[in-house]
């Protein structure tokens, strides 16, 4: 009896750690600028490092909806792969040298430094 009881406090355990999520998945929106469905394929490809499991940027409200692990990265490394990719957002101003690298389509209307 006492076995069958050790037997059953440890399978409950188990379980327990089983269902216990390791990781801290959150999801973000936030604003990136850029004009098109050209644009939008390079966002969601820049917004994709380490620890994103989804990205989505909307090309009208201009917000990129992303869920993270916040045990892999962190929004401030999203937002700064996606302003070297050349585009600006809420956070970083895009690199330069990238954003006059992107198609003429894809150039929007920059704030001033």
Not at 32 to 37: A, I, L
Not at 56 to 63: V, Y
Not at 64 to 93: C, F, H, M, P, Q
């Amino acid at each position: 009896m006492f076995n069958a009881i050790k037997i059953f406090l440890f399978s409950t355990l188990l379980f327990a750690a089983c269902g216990t999520p390791s990781n801290a998945v959150l999801e973000r929106s936030l604003h990136v600028y850029g004009n098109n469905e050209m644009c939008k394929a390079t966002i969601e490809k820049a917004a994709l490092v380490d620890g994103v499991v989804e990205a989505n940027w909307d090309i009208n409200s201009k917000l990129l909806t992303v869920k993270l692990d916040t045990n892999v990265t962190t929004v401030k490394r999203i937002l700064k792969s996606v302003a070297s990719a050349g585009y600006d957002n809420e956070e970083y101003i895009g690199n330069d040298y990238a954003y006059q690298k992107l198609p003429e389509a894809c150039h929007y209307e920059r704030k001033e430094n």
